[in-house]
């Protein structure tokens, strides 16, 4: 079955850059379209990013389309979200996403990456 694995989370100061990396294993990568999200405590999971498995076609929330970016690389099997002058309320779970179809439907989930500003 697919499993996704994030890596990258950490404790960071407001204003630092952050590269979160999410392993897609026991599927076809290049079949599915990936997607980024996060939640923090007391607050609903919120969209942020998704790419689409073909032409690479990106989509982003509003709240961080201006600093974050989503990419890919097939031959790595590995999905990144590249955050930049991160702000306290950055603070939060960040999964990965997969979908099978483009589609709003999330097929699997990862575990969660831990992401800390301060300052």
């Known amino acids: 079955q697919v499993q996704l694995v994030e890596s990258g989370g950490g404790l960071v100061q407001t204003g630092d850059s952050l590269r979160l990396s999410c392993v897609v294993s026991g599927g076809t990568f290049r079949m599915l379209s990936m997607g980024w999200f996060r939640q923090a405590p007391g607050k609903e999971r919120q969209f942020l990013a998704a790419i689409n498995n073909t032409y690479g076609g990106t989509a982003y929330a509003f709240s961080v389309k201006d600093r974050f970016t989503i990419s890919r690389d097939n031959a790595k099997n590995t999905a990144y979200l590249q955050m930049n002058r991160l702000k306290l309320e950055d603070t939060a779970v960040y999964y990965c996403?997969?979908?099978?179809?483009?589609?709003?439907?999330?097929?699997?989930w990862g575990q969660g990456t831990q992401v800390t500003v301060s300052s």
């Open positions: 996403a997969a979908y099978k179809r483009p589609s709003p439907h999330v097929d699997f």
